[in-house]
């Protein structure tokens, strides 16, 4: 995982030149602080967030036009898939071997889908960035990202073979599928050195030109069904998040959660819409989490490559399965393949595909 100081340090930084430049301004984040600060712990590692216990969690209407049909229309997933690409990219992914090892099969997959990869190579690393031939170049594009590195020692099943794997299934469902919305595929580098590889992505003008909303995923693969396993951030006032979100059990961590800006809530409702539906299908909960303030005040949710989008004043999600909040395999040896819960993360990949429809149909 990422040094949350410094990622806090350079979303601050370029918040104030943005500010400075004309680009923004706070005022545009409507968010009404209470009386409690914030005090992130600096010595709690977490992809989710550190909340202030003042913020009320954002209920986000379902707009009309949202409807998310449980028909034979939509797409389904084929878990088989999916777990073949875990069992040929799970392992330690640290050095340029390995990595590259890694790209060659992302590479191979994506021209198998109907992608045509591109290479985008910044000082530490290496981005693989895929777009389909027959989509308009200017028409509205929706980004779908994930890390494909790992910390040392830890095969990196969870962190972040999950994310991979669910978007070459997302690939292999729509590299063919003609949509009205451009979709753009991204492995980013060195996501654990402290997101260089979506910073670097997000330096270059070319690549954010025709972005309308970019979902990320980190680790989407594991969780904990026993009482007492799932945990939360100090401050997170779980007796209003929850309930907010239709969940009514804390203590279990079988849902998914969709971290994004208070002021980007589109993006936001396109989840809710699926949550609603999601307990006639069998699919995990999904709890959404508005972040205002870009995180200044929340430093611990610009921790995976959503961040640098945000900076850029781009509607991006993180969805994530809370990460070691309730994963005892977080950058551990056992994040392995053993230690993930199928069912789980294959009703995450239909909860992705489900929302991935939706945008690019609309």
């Not at 009309?64 to 389904?76: A, D, H, T």
């Not at 945990?231 to 006032?237: F, Q």
């Not at 053993?338 to 991935?356: P, T, Y």
Request: include cysteine; aromatic fraction near 8%.
């Amino acid at each position: 995982m990422t040094n949350q100081r410094i990622v806090a340090l350079f979303l601050i930084i370029g918040l104030l030149v943005a500010i400075w430049q004309g680009k923004t301004t706070l005022l545009d984040f409507r968010f009404i602080p209470e009386n409690t600060a914030i005090s992130p712990d600096p010595n709690r590692i977490s992809k989710t967030a550190d909340f202030a216990s003042s913020q009320k969690p954002i209920k986000t209407s379902l707009p009309s036009e949202i409807q998310v049909s449980s028909s034979p229309l939509n797409k389904e997933i084929n878990p088989d898939q999916i777990w073949s690409h875990l069992e040929n990219i799970v392992g330690e992914r640290t050095t340029e071997n390995h990595r590259e090892y890694t790209r060659n099969y992302l590479i191979e997959q994506l021209q198998k889908f109907g992608f045509s990869p591109d290479l985008q190579p910044f000082e530490q690393g290496v981005n693989i960035v895929a777009k389909r031939p027959t989509d308009d170049p200017n028409a509205a594009t929706l980004l779908i990202g994930a890390h494909y590195d790992t910390v040392v020692n830890s095969p990196g099943a969870d962190d972040n073979g999950s994310g991979i794997a669910v978007i070459l299934e997302i690939a292999r469902l729509f590299g063919s599928t003609p949509t009205a919305t451009s979709l753009e595929i991204v492995f980013f580098d060195q996501e654990e050195l402290g997101l260089l590889g979506s910073f670097a992505f997000t330096s270059r003008p070319e690549n954010l030109q025709t972005l309308r909303h970019v979902i990320v995923l980190d680790m989407v693969g594991y969780a904990c069904r026993v009482e007492g396993c799932q945990h939360y951030p100090p401050g997170l006032n779980v007796d209003l998040l929850l309930p907010a979100n239709s969940q009514t059990s804390s203590d279990k961590g079988e849902f998914l959660v969709v971290v994004g800006e208070a002021q980007h809530q589109d993006l936001l409702a396109s989840f809710q819409g699926i949550s609603s539906h999601v307990s006639e299908l069998n699919l995990p909960p999904i709890v959404t989490l508005p972040i205002p303030l870009k995180g200044i005040l929340t430093p611990d949710v610009l921790r995976s490559d959503h961040a640098p989008f945000w900076y850029q004043n781009i509607a991006a999600v993180l969805v994530t399965d809370t990460a070691n909040l309730r994963s005892p395999h977080y950058h551990q040896p056992t994040d392995t393949l053993a230690n993930l819960d199928r069912e789980f993360l294959m009703g995450s990949a239909q909860v992705l595909v489900n929302v991935v429809t939706h945008l690019l149909e609309n």
